[in-house]
T-cell receptor
C-alpha cells in the first residue's frame, strides 16, 4: 500500500513556542491530506482538510490561526501549532488519500506525540 | 452530518473466543466503510474496507465485516482471536463529495492468553 511519513514522531516544546509537523506521501501524489488529533483513550478528531495550492478547510471549533496548515506540494502538508500551550499536548495524525481498488482509500502517518511543557 | 457509533468501548476475550465489534453509522447517501486497527505504539492500519458489491468483506488477519444497509451497520468479526489481536479498533465512514473520514470512538480489545 501507499506510504505516508510523518515527522517528527515525538516532540517536546516549551509553552509559547511553535512546532511544525510534516506529513509526506512517499510514493503517490495527494491533492488532499487530513489532519487529526487523538486524545488519550479517545477517537481521532478531524481537525482540517489540507488542499494542495489552496487554503485548508477547518472543522468547527478548530482555530485556524492556532493550527496553521500549508499544503505547498502534492506530497507535503505541514501543520504548525503556534504559541503552543500545555492543552495542545496531544497525538497528531495526518492522512493522505489516493484511489484504491473501487474507491478512495486513506493512508495514515505514524503520528506525532506533542508535549508542551 | 455523518457520525459513527461504536458500542463496545472495552472488550476482554480469551484466546480462541469469537469476536464481534459493533459499528453503526448515520448518513443518508452512499458511504464507504472502513475498519482500522491500531496496535500498541503503532500507527493506524487498514483492516478492511467496503466500497460496493458483496456486503461481506474479508480483510487481513482473518477479520471480516458485514455491511447491512437496512441497519446502517458494519460490524467487525473474527471467529477465533489471538493474543496478537490486542489493539484498538476503529470504525470509519466517508461519504458524499469529500474524502474525509469520520471515526467512531474506538474499541479497545484485550485478548488474554
Amino acid at each position: 500500500g501507499a506510504v505516508v511519513s510523518q515527522h517528527p514522531s515525538r516532540v517536546i516544546c516549551k509553552s509559547g513556542t511553535s512546532v511544525k509537523i510534516e506529513c509526506r506521501s512517499l510514493d503517490f501524489q495527494a491533492t488532499t491530506m487530513f489532519w487529526y488529533r487523538q486524545f488519550p483513550k479517545q477517537s481521532l478528531m478531524l481537525m482540517a482538510t489540507s488542499n494542495e495550492g489552496s487554503k485548508a478547510t477547518y472543522e468547527q471549533g478548530v482555530e485556524k490561526d492556532k493550527f496553521l496548515i500549508n499544503h505547498a506540494s502534492l506530497t507535503l502538508s505541514t501543520l504548525t501549532v503556534t504559541s503552543a500551550h500545555p492543552e495542545d499536548s496531544s497525538f497528531y495524525i495526518c492522512s493522505a488519500s489516493t484511489m484504491g481498488q473501487g474507491g478512495t482509500e486513506a493512508f495514515f502517518g505514524q503520528g506525532t506525540r506533542l508535549t508542551v511543557v | 452530518a455523518q457520525s459513527v457509533s461504536q458500542h463496545n468501548h472495552h472488550v476482554i476475550l480469551s484466546e480462541a473466543a469469537s469476536l464481534e465489534l459493533g459499528c453503526n453509522y448515520s448518513y443518508g447517501g452512499t458511504v464507504n466503510l472502513f475498519w482500522y486497527v491500531q496496535y500498541p505504539g503503532q500507527h493506524l492500519q487498514l483492516l478492511l474496507k467496503y466500497f460496493s458489491g458483496d456486503p461481506l468483506v474479508k480483510g487481513i488477519k482473518g477479520f471480516e465485516a458485514e455491511f447491512i444497509k437496512s441497519k446502517f451497520s458494519f460490524n467487525l468479526r473474527k471467529p477465533s482471536v489471538q493474543w496478537s489481536d490486542t489493539a484498538e479498533y476503529f470504525c470509519a465512514v466517508n461519504g458524499g463529495a469529500t474524502n474525509k473520514l469520520i471515526f467512531g470512538t474506538g474499541t479497545l480489545l484485550a485478548v488474554q492468553p
